[in-house]
């Protein structure tokens, strides 16, 4: 089966056949027998996928979890990108510093400031290529493959494909609408000890999870570092929405009172701009030369142009304000979306309210599969992300997450009066 005839069917056959029919049409070849057992664990992310389908014309997409670029001043930006080149090019074109450059190390300490860290030094900072770099240095470094790694159940499709492709087990602890039980978390613990297991971190994102929305209650958040302290476990924060809260002052992250047991990692790709593909890790100080010379080995440096433009942009727009921009445009359409949910959504739905970032997480009745409602619901001109992507489990799934972000209100609402008649049909059949 050729390439093109494998794309045409993934419209319209299950991730499991697709993956079945690519085994088929290259096991033949002499070079299989050289992948590694690690490659045999990286897997097409089922969000690429869908976020490709999304781009075809008519399709309302509340799939893709994008910023809203065009709030940006664009014209500013190129007008400041050539003035990089032009009078800095040199440096802006050459080879960097492996850690990042130390101008947008200390702009980053700024922006955690505002996120609740004060005591945030710049030699500590490590610049990723995203958050996404930054999850995945922290899993080379840290886990041998059998190794355990605690997640939400959800968790962020992203950070699951990283854990898969290091060979480490993946286990869930579950939410409730306060976030990660820490009940749960310390039984979880325990067990996994007890079986011998090697449990290494704890990856959360404890405001406005990707995909569910929820945050973690400030009342636990020390709870869990504590419960993970104890069982000397580290703790990954992923924190690349904590300033796109709609109301109110952000939530004081896990590792603003906890420097030593927390690797805090941040993103400028939802408050900036994710195609310059710059992120952070705030790393412990005993553990940064571990951490940086890991992140050395993969990229080398960061790449400098885009360093310097994230810090022309820190330094010389008001970028505060652009935050701002986004927090009140972001809950408009929170708002826009929870509002249409609740005209159109079948009996026997449920859903998530966010208090900020950029998803809902639905709930249809048990027994129902999301997966194979998405092309039904492509042909009636949405898509949705189904929930089975943001667990490890192989198991269906009857949740699906919805994405508000990028999206006009208008659009939102047209978006769930389409899928509400999918819905319905499905749960009417069961």
Known sequence: MSHETIDAAAGTLPAEAIDAIERAATSAHRHEELFSERAANIRQSAVRDVFDISMRPGLVSLAGGSPYLQ??????????????????????????????????????????????????????????????????????????????????????????????AYQVRVETVEMDESGLVPELLEARIAALQLAGKNVKFLYTIPNFNNPSGITLAKERRQQIVDICRKANILILEDNPYGLLRFDGEPIAPLRAANPDDVIYMGSFSKIFAPGLRIGWALVPEHLQRRYYLAAEAVTLCPPAFNQMLVSAYLRDFDWRGQIETYRGLYAERCRAMLAALAEHMPAGTSWTSPE????????????????????????????????????????????????????????????????????????AAL
């Open 71 to 164: 709030s940006l001043p664009l014209d500013r930006l190129a007008a400041t990108a050539a003035e990089i080149i032009a009078g800095d090019g040199l440096t802006a074109l050459q080879y960097g510093a492996g850690q990042g450059t130390a101008e947008l190390r200390s702009q980053i300490c700024e922006v955690m400031t505002a996120e609740g860290i004060l005591d945030a030094r710049p030699e500590n900072v490590v610049i990723t290529a995203g958050s996404q770099s930054a999850q995945d240095i922290a899993t080379k470094v840290f886990c041998n493959p059998g190794d355990v790694v605690l997640v939400e159940d959800p968790t962020y499709v992203g950070a699951l494909n990283t854990f898969e």
């Open 356 to 427: 900020g970032g950029f998803f809902v997480w639905v709930t249809l009745p048990e027994g129902l599969d999301t997966y194979p409602l998405l092309q039904k619901a492509i042909d009636a001109g949405v898509v949705f992300i189904p929930g089975a992507a943001f667990t490890p489990s192989d198991e269906p799934s009857n949740k699906l997450r919805l994405a508000f972000s990028a999206v006009p209100a208008e659009s939102i609402t047209e978006g769930v009066r389409r899928l509400a008649p999918v819905l319905r049909e499905a749960i």
